[in-house]
């Protein structure tokens, strides 16, 4: 292939809507700062997961690890597990970044109310199960859309096509 034709190529990335997990979140617990950023740990109560064709529920237990970076960006790794309504369950590894401006961050830490739109905060979801039924979610590549609220989380789950 000529540079030519290669620079003519339209790379090009689709992703189809499979479900939205909304995980119902206490309080975090705050570390401290540890030469890395502020280290905390927000515990998961619970919660659904809900899309065409699939519904299950969030099972109290998990967690969401977090580093907040002195800029105010936060890494994330959340884990849990998903009961599925046909008894399946489904191991979740939720990898990410939200960010956005400083107030904004600030506000989110105190536990208020802040526009979504504001905050830039995106995931990457893999899946782990023994289930033969939904074993394609470990052979899949999945991008997430996510909106901080007091009490929960809401994430919006893509697969990569």
């Known amino acids: 292939m000529s540079n030519a034709a290669a620079a003519d190529i339209k790379p090009s990335l689709a992703t189809e809507f499979v479900f939205r997990l909304s995980v119902d979140v206490v309080a975090p617990v705050t570390v401290g700062e540890t030469g890395l950023g ?14 065409p064709g699939m519904n299950g529920k969030i099972l109290p237990g998990g967690a969401d690890f977090q580093i907040i970076r002195p800029n105010g960006l936060i890494d994330l790794v959340a884990r849990y597990v998903i009961e599925m309504d046909d008894g399946a369950l489904i191991y979740v590894e939720n990898t990410g970044i939200r960010t956005g401006p400083r107030e ?7 536990g208020e109310a802040v526009d979504p739109k504001l905050i830039y ?5 893999r899946f782990e199960t023994g289930s033969d039924k939904y ?3 470990m ?13 929960q989380v809401i994430i919006d789950v893509y697969k990569v096509l």
């Open 139 to 151: 052979q899949t590549l999945f991008v997430a859309t996510a909106q901080r609220h007091q009490a």
């Open 121 to 125: 905060f995106r995931t990457v979801p």
């Open 38 to 51: 502020v280290r905390r740990q927000i515990a998961i109560a619970g919660g659904t997961l809900a899309g």
């Open 104 to 110: 904004a961050l600030e506000r989110l830490q105190r």
């Open 135 to 137: 074993r394609w979610m």
